[in-house]
């Protein structure tokens, strides 16, 4: 644990890398102020996420912006063909199926006391949704207790023998796994969604969303 601190504290020394991770916070706190139709934008990029490219994501994001909230499925699946998605029919369905919660998206997350209750609820009511892209959704609009739980990540954590690589992720490994990023976090300062950009920038020389 102590190698990783001092990797953190160290990325924490340069200081255009703080400050492009505080302006990328920034943006996400900012994002929680927004419409539910532009969180619901939001979701869709993590639904796209899920086996892709987060990179490839934010390109397909970029183009189809509000088709997301009213495009056709038929029509969503054949531009995310279009621009590269693996998984078009099935993406395109998922979103579209979730439409249900668009306009109430941001006031049933809000409703609950708690970073966990807002993660179950997504992952049970959102097709596509794991904790992994739960994750990532609820760090993108200002939710900063939770951890994104990538193969990214998780080769930092096992390289530093933090943690031994998982066979399968299940929510009990999930979870394990947050732990020991919580007990990080708080031994260098950051939130879990600061962390996970240090981290991030460490295996890929990125600051992403």
Same mark, same amino acid.
């Given at each position: 644990m102590q190698r990783l601190v001092e990797l953190v504290k160290n990325l924490s020394k340069d200081k *255009?890398?703080? /400050?492009? %991770?505080? *302006?990328k %916070? @920034? +943006?996400?706190?900012? /994002? *929680?102020k927004? +419409? @539910?139709? $532009? $969180?619901? *934008?939001? $979701?869709?990029?993590? %639904?796209l996420t899920a086996n892709y490219s987060a990179?490839?994501?934010i390109y397909i994001q970029e183009n189809i912006k509000d088709g997301f909230n009213n495009l056709s499925e038929t029509k969503i699946a054949k531009d995310l063909k279009k621009l590269g998605h693996r998984f078009p029919n099935t993406r395109a369905k998922y979103i579209c199926y979730s439409r249900k919660y668009q306009d109430i998206l941001k006031k049933t997350l809000f409703s609950f006391n708690? +970073?966990?209750e807002k993660r179950d609820w997504l992952v049970k009511n959102i097709k596509g949704l794991g904790y992994k892209e739960a994750s990532h959704f609820l760090r993108n609009i200002g939710v900063l207790d939770v951890a994104i739980i990538d193969f990214h990540i998780v080769d930092v954590l096992v390289s530093y023998k933090l943690i031994k690589k998982p066979k399968t992720m299940t929510k009990k490994e999930y979870l394990s796994i947050e732990k020991k990023l919580k007990q990080l976090a708080k031994k260098t300062n950051k939130t879990l969604g600061e962390l996970d950009l240090y981290l991030w920038f460490y295996e890929t020389k990125t600051v992403f969303k």
């Amino acid at each position: 644990m102590q190698r990783l601190v001092e990797l953190v504290k160290n990325l924490s020394k340069d200081k *255009q890398l703080v /400050l492009t %991770i505080d *302006q990328k %916070i @920034s +943006s996400f706190k900012n /994002l *929680q102020k927004k +419409s @539910s139709r $532009l $969180l619901f *934008q939001e $979701l869709c990029f993590c %639904i796209l996420t899920a086996n892709y490219s987060a990179k490839k994501a934010i390109y397909i994001q970029e183009n189809i912006k509000d088709g997301f909230n009213n495009l056709s499925e038929t029509k969503i699946a054949k531009d995310l063909k279009k621009l590269g998605h693996r998984f078009p029919n099935t993406r395109a369905k998922y979103i579209c199926y979730s439409r249900k919660y668009q306009d109430i998206l941001k006031k049933t997350l809000f409703s609950f006391n708690t +970073s966990n209750e807002k993660r179950d609820w997504l992952v049970k009511n959102i097709k596509g949704l794991g904790y992994k892209e739960a994750s990532h959704f609820l760090r993108n609009i200002g939710v900063l207790d939770v951890a994104i739980i990538d193969f990214h990540i998780v080769d930092v954590l096992v390289s530093y023998k933090l943690i031994k690589k998982p066979k399968t992720m299940t929510k009990k490994e999930y979870l394990s796994i947050e732990k020991k990023l919580k007990q990080l976090a708080k031994k260098t300062n950051k939130t879990l969604g600061e962390l996970d950009l240090y981290l991030w920038f460490y295996e890929t020389k990125t600051v992403f969303k």
